[in-house]
């Protein structure tokens, strides 16, 4: 039986801390208003102020990781405190509560995507036609013809008049031919498989499918300005796509197959059902967005290493570490699965910037490269590395 233990706070008094661990549980304000502030703030920011049913803390909760904002009470506050082992069984009572913080999750990833291409390459790419054909010009031009062949198809399909509309047909009739590309059409597949280097969608396409890898990985990125800034790269049993699904708005980012990949599509109709049916995979879903919100968040804070871009690149491959839990022994090597061009992309650097830094990258005495993959030799020196260059960016601040 779901019990759950309400939870005072004193005008004044801090609800969560930024930066503190281990946090097992979350608050849902009752009564009074909570002012949150991060530490990474951008300039002209203000502090967000919380109030009955807002909720506090559930990104560090539900990822295990870190708290990545401070949350002070404003007024004497009451709160309902949620362990995360009480979250599924909450759902099962009152999945309006899960429902709204996916929603609100989702709307805060789509901000800060971009807020960090904002940051990271002073751009931001605008939901129209002329960006997916931006992305297919970009990935034709990579040597991407699988890749560029489906965009080049959705440009059409969403603007068969537009000013690009010549050049994407004659691009398209000569790359089809030899595409790998599939699934040009959504289709009622439950399942559908995607061979390596294909696109699964493209961002500013529409479309309301939901999918979960059964197995391969998948690369999520966005194009501005010719420059490709990786997001994320999945594996089997995450979640994505799910931000065009609930706010009905294009696709915020593209899919890539960084691997042959099997998908399971999910549906309005079947996401309804689950939340109705399946508190697991809604709970599966909220610590999803939990995770990918705590890594955008330790992206922002990336992004403003600009200055340094092999510091950047340090802090950044620190945080594909973080998202492992450091599941490995400390003293001994560990071989990613990143190439340093994989990681230099995903500081969004243009590659005149990646050719001047590369090579001191490589040469950085805590990694090596082995068959084109970071190995990282000392891990706990380099988190303390990557520490040091967050604390000089926090102070500089």
Known sequence: MLQLSFVSFKKGSFVIVEGKANADRFYIIQNGRVMVSRSNELPGSTPEVLGPGDFVGVVSCMSGNSQIESAVAMTDVVCIAVRRDQYSELI????????????????????????LMQQTLNNSAVDTPEQIYQVAKYYDEDGSDSIACFAYYQYL???????FAKDATVRLAKLKPNSEAVYFEPTSDLMRKYPMNTMIFSESQTGADMFIIQSGSVKISKVVDGTEVIL????????????????????SASAIAASDCQLMTVNKQNFNN????QPQLIARLTTTFSERLWSLNRQLTNSLLHADPVAQMIDMLVLQLEKTNFDFDARASYETQFSPNDIATMCGLSKQEQAKCL?????????SV???KIVVKQRDELLKQSLFYRKKISKGM
Do not use: H, W
């Open 274 to 277: 689950m939340v109705a049916t």
């Open 370 to 372: 082995q068959k084109n």
């Open 232 to 251: 994320a790269i999945l594996k089997k049993g995450d979640m994505f796509g799910e931000m065009a699904l609930l706010e009905n708005k294009p696709r």
């Open 157 to 163: 399909k969403a603007d068969r008049n537009g000013q």
């Open 359 to 367: 090579y001191k990258f490589m040469t950085f005495p805590l990694i």
């Open 92 to 115: 099962n009572k009152n999945s309006a509560v899960a429902m709204k913080i996916i929603r609100t999750f989702a709307n805060r990833m789509r901000t800060l995507n971009e807020t």
